[in-house]
């Protein structure tokens, strides 16, 4: 038996608002916590799971595979050609899709259907929780994706028209696909990714985010609002940057403030009252290392930072992968600590 009721869309809602009503921080842990990584504990990490209901409905959207499959006629595909690493080991940025920019014409002419059947495949029926539609690799994730890591930060200097040619396809397919999901599946929010720092800052300078990605985030951010949603943005690493920017286009939520990479407390500070955080708990030292009290030490570093007292503005989860490497008690003290202590942060 679940040890807390969820919350309302309403009430996760008016948190992301900044009007809270919301009686406890919304959690929504379960997404990241990967069972089959536990092995011969992911039964016992499946009844841990059981005692606590997320407080957000996940909604998967199916995105296109990269490839065509030999053995298959599905045209769902962002490229029309099989996969050239087709069972050799290959890191998987250094995977180049898509060698050179002459076939950038092939590709596009045959760019997936936002509105074939695969899209939506996978549904739930409302339950009164707040309905979160989601897909990662957006705009750089996508681009890196397809041509290798390297490839693509050379892009924005070599090939600047080609790549504004690939953002603009795949903008107008997240668009139609936000529209769908918007209709469709009655969705209140929209998550997508963009990976765009590093450890230590981002992977390439503000001005490169301002021509390449600014444009069209704002479209995408304005098509979840004209359907009535939110637009919640995962992007791990340094990228503090660019947070006042995507501010600037509307996004409504940001993942996780990545620790050891921003200082939680100037974030808050400086962009709390303007956007939501999504705040993740660290999963590269404290999951893994840390004692169950030190973990539960870390959710309340959080809620303390990133609740603003009658606004809300903060809602917890992981900031990334919860896996194998991560002791039950550990999960149990978060998953405790998220809800006890979320009700009373709220209340206070």
Request: net charge negative; charged share 25%.
């Amino acid at each position: 038996m679940a040890a807390y009721d969820p919350l309302t869309r309403e009430e996760v809602a008016s948190v992301i608002e900044g009007r809270s009503v919301a009686p406890r921080v919304p959690a929504f842990i379960h997404f990241w916590v990967h069972g089959k990584a536990f092995e011969d504990r992911a039964d016992r990490v499946a009844e841990i799971l059981s005692r606590y209901v997320p407080d957000v409905q996940h909604l998967p959207l199916n995105m296109p595979a990269t490839f065509r499959s030999a053995d298959s006629d599905s045209t769902y595909t962002w490229l029309p050609y099989e996969d050239p690493y087709e069972g050799r080991q290959v890191a998987h940025d250094a995977r180049v899709a898509m060698a050179d920019w002459t076939r950038l014409d092939e590709i596009l002419a045959s760019f997936p259907d936002p509105a074939g059947q695969e899209l939506l495949t996978r549904d739930a029926p409302p339950d009164g929780r707040y309905r979160l539609g989601q897909w990662f690799f957006c705009l750089f994730e996508r681009h890196w994706s397809l041509r290798g890591m390297t490839n693509a930060l050379m892009d924005y200097y070599t090939n600047p028209h080609e790549v504004h040619r690939l953002f603009r396809a795949l903008t107008d397919f997240y668009v139609a696909l936000i529209e769908r999901a918007g209709k469709g599946r009655r969705c209140d929010g929209i998550w997508t990714s963009d990976d765009l720092g590093t450890q230590t800052g981002p992977f390439f300078s503000p001005a490169i985010f301002r021509e390449f990605y600014k444009p069209y985030y704002k479209e995408i951010v304005a098509a979840a609002h004209r359907y009535g949603m939110h637009l919640w943005m995962h992007a791990c690493g340094n990228v503090e940057p660019f947070i006042g920017e995507w501010i600037d286009v509307g996004v409504d939520v940001l993942h996780p403030i990545q620790k050891h990479t921003m200082d939680e407390k100037v974030i808050a500070e400086t962009y709390g009252h303007r956007i939501t955080i999504f705040a993740g708990l660290d999963v590269q030292q404290v999951i893994p290392w840390g004692t169950p009290e030190q973990v539960r030490q870390e959710v309340r570093f959080l809620l303390d930072t990133f609740w603003r007292k009658g606004e809300g503005r903060c809602m917890i989860t992981a900031g990334n992968g919860i896996n194998g490497d991560c002791p039950l008690p550990s999960l149990e003290a978060f998953l405790d600590e998220a809800y006890a202590y979320g009700a009373k942060v709220a209340s206070g």
